[in-house]
């Protein structure tokens, strides 16, 4: 089974700190996804990355970036923590295009004061 | 601009009973319309999929059914069951793509 497992599953930080969430897939998979999950606006993506150091910008980059050193690790940054980006965050990887599935982890819940 | 409009935001069904979520697309390049069940404390996970050269698939009491003139397609649940109760996101993408477009999620609950 495809495993994808983020850092923390609860993180709280305050206003203006530099704030990295971690994810790390076990399959080799080629892609990576950070989508963020909001009540009534469903799953947004945020940045994914198709190959190691290579990155594109989601539905909703702003404030955030990215970094895949290593085919298997995927970061999110948020350079500057703001109060709106409270929110559940969610990694994904997925092995090639077309119908093969997304494997999500589990959320980290990040709580900005 | 949301590309996958997903209703209702949230269902109550009786066990037994069917549950129904719609979703309509924007995108005539999409090709590809799989939905993600997600039980609370978990990721989403790939419950089934379909593709537009199809009106129908079926997977146990999970139908998927397609309609491509009218840019729509809905999740059926059939004798619904309390452990059915999740959020349910309807996706699309293209084939190329590499990556899913979601809809806004579907809080289901079945009461006994």
């Known amino acids: 089974d495809v495993k994808v497992t983020q850092s923390s599953r609860y993180l709280v930080k305050r206003t203006g700190e530099k704030v990295f969430l971690e994810c790390v897939q076990d399959m080799d998979h080629e892609n990576m996804f950070w989508y963020r999950q909001d009540p009534g606006l469903g799953l947004r993506l945020i940045y994914f990355?198709?190959?190691?150091?290579?990155?594109e910008k989601g539905d909703i980059p702003e404030g955030y970036s990215v970094s895949r050193e290593k085919k298997e690790r995927f970061s999110l940054i948020l350079e500057s923590a703001s109060t709106n980006q409270t929110s559940m965050y969610l990694c994904?990887?997925?092995?090639?295009?077309?119908?093969?599935?997304?494997?999500f982890g589990n959320g980290t819940r990040l709580t900005v004061t | 601009q949301q590309q996958v409009k997903q209703s209702p935001q949230s269902l109550i069904v009786q066990k037994g009973g069917i549950s129904i979520i719609n979703c309509a697309y924007e995108?005539?390049?999409?090709?590809?319309f799989p939905w993600y069940q997600q039980f609370p404390g978990k990721g989403p996970a790939l419950l089934i999929a379909?593709?537009?050269?199809?009106s129908e698939k079926k997977e146990g009491r999970f139908t998927i059914s397609f309609n491509k003139s009218a840019k729509q397609f809905s999740l059926h649940i059939m004798d619904s069951q309390p452990g059915d109760s999740a959020t349910y996101f309807c996706?699309?993408?293209?084939?190329?793509?590499?990556?899913?477009?979601f809809g806004t999620g579907t809080r289901l609950q079945v009461t006994l």
């Open positions: 996706a699309a993408s293209t084939g190329t793509a590499s990556k899913l477009t």
């Open positions: 379909i593709r537009p050269d199809v």
């Open positions: 994904a990887s997925r092995e090639g295009q077309g119908s093969s599935p997304l494997h």
């Open positions: 990355s198709y190959d190691v150091k290579m990155k």
């Open positions: 995108n005539t390049a999409f090709d590809y």
